[in-house]
Nanobody, 115 residues
């Protein structure tokens, strides 16, 4: 089993920044994918960014150039630095670990961007 604990959400004005953190514990395999998803009210959950254990990243088009995902393998922690935030970034952000197709989710952290 894998447990994920997120932190760092909150309320910020448009143009501001936030940094999300997610610490994973339990049976973490070295080559797991770690990432962030988000779900806005009335919308489906969508991928924001993902990072491999080797540091390769992939981003949703809507956040490219503004968000940066990073990972500390020694701490089993993944981060999401969010800059130039927009009101449309408002959502609950979920940490995700994908271990060979088995997905684990955090409890979610609210990010609200005011205009």
């Amino acid at each position: 089993q894998v447990q994920l604990v997120e932190s760092g959400g909150g309320l910020v004005q448009a143009g501001g920044s936030l940094r999300l953190s997610c610490a994973a514990s339990g049976s973490i395999f070295r080559f797991s994918l770690m990432g962030w998803y988000r779900q806005a009210p009335g919308k489906q959950r969508e991928l924001v960014a993902v990072v491999t254990s080797g540091g390769s990243t992939n981003y949703a088009d809507s956040v490219k150039g503004r968000f940066t995902i990073s990972r500390d393998n020694a701490k089993n922690t993944v981060y999401l630095q969010m800059n130039s935030l927009k009101p449309e970034d408002t959502a609950v952000y979920y940490c995700n670990v994908d271990q060979f197709g088995v997905h684990y989710w955090g409890q979610g952290t609210q990010v609200t961007v005011s205009s």
